[in-house]
């Protein structure tokens, strides 16, 4: 197969140089090699600039709610285990007000990929700040400087229960495609959180920022907690000199779909709904 597989006709609506461009590239590229089947991929998003990839991809897409690309993510998984899904967002969709879903859905390990582009600002909205907005950015809405920490997506995956923690950058398409191959592969929820500058509304973090310091972490013990946390903070320890992307953990575990008794032996879909007696459940509640 090729990228192009997974063209679609529709004009692609994002601002010229933004760096989702690179990042969907970079997805058909991992599917392409892969072999999806189109058929059998689905790709859900929530809302925002990079919600909109559900659209550009030609696989089954969703595009839901701001926020809820995960929890539609795990239920298509839920209902159909078979699929390969994988569920994109933005920063602010996934870090603000989604944040509860991947946090919960993290510690029940689906195998499903989440791609977060992280651009470190609302985009569609034009230009406010964001959870991983960091200190002392003025936007819109800190026209004095941001006050707030950000939120640390790695160290809360890491912790949280994912069994896959990696980071992209757009700038590297070529290891992006090869960091979205191991997540799609992996068995378990795959977390890949992506630097994704977006050159209309963040005047930090553009490419000449990122080119400055993002280095690729190799030799790393991707099973090591700690080396991963290390790893993690490794960016806010040198004042930003050091922005380390690549695998940062990755361990086996049993996925949600197979210990769900449910469900563990065939997918939902493929299961006799017909013909259950669920009198006896009934009987119970009377
Ligand atoms: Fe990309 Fe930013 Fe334009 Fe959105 S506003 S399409 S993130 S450059």
Redesign the pocket.
């Known amino acids: 197969m090729d990228s192009k597989d997974f063209d679609v006709k529709e004009k692609i609506q ?2 010229p140089g ?1 760096g ?1 461009f690179g990042l969907i590239a970079a997805l058909k590229g991992a599917m392409a090699d892969l072999e999806l089947k189109q058929h059998e991929t689905v790709v859900v998003s929530g809302i925002g ?1 990079s919600s909109k990839l559900p659209h550009y991809v030609d696989t089954y897409g969703f595009e839901s709610i701001h926020g809820r690309g995960l929890p539609v993510a795990s239920a298509i998984k839920l209902s159909n285990h078979n699929l390969d899904v994988v569920s994109v967002g933005g920063d602010g969709d996934g870090y603000g007000i989604g944040v509860q879903h991947f946090i919960h859905i993290m510690r029940r390990n689906y195998n499903l990929t989440y791609i977060v582009h992280n ?1 470190q600002i609302y ?2 909205t034009t230009g406010q700040a964001s959870p991983t907005t960091m200190l002392g950015a003025k936007t819109k809405t800190t026209p004095w400087g941001v006050v707030e920490e950000p939120f640390k997506p790695l160290t809360v995956a890491i912790n949280g229960g994912a069994t896959f923690v990696a980071r992209g950058y757009v700038g590297d398409p070529v290891h992006l495609k090869e960091l979205f191959k191991q997540a799609i592969e992996h068995k378990g929820f795959a977390f890949v959180d992506v630097f994704q500058p ?4 963040n005047k930090i973090n553009t490419y000449p920022w990122f080119q400055k310091r993002v280095y690729k972490l190799e030799n790393n013990d991707v099973t090591d907690k700690w080396a991963a946390l290390k790893n993690a903070a490794e960016d806010e320890e040198t004042n930003f000199e050091k922005v380390p992307i690549g695998v940062f953990y990755k361990v086996e575990k049993p996925t949600y779909e197979s210990t769900l008794p449910q469900i563990k032996d065939k997918p939902m879909v493929e299961q006799d709904i017909e013909n259950v007696d669920i009198s006896e459940a009934y009987n119970e509640l009377e």
């Open positions: 994002w601002c933004c989702n600039c651009n985009g569609l977006c050159v209309t509304f």
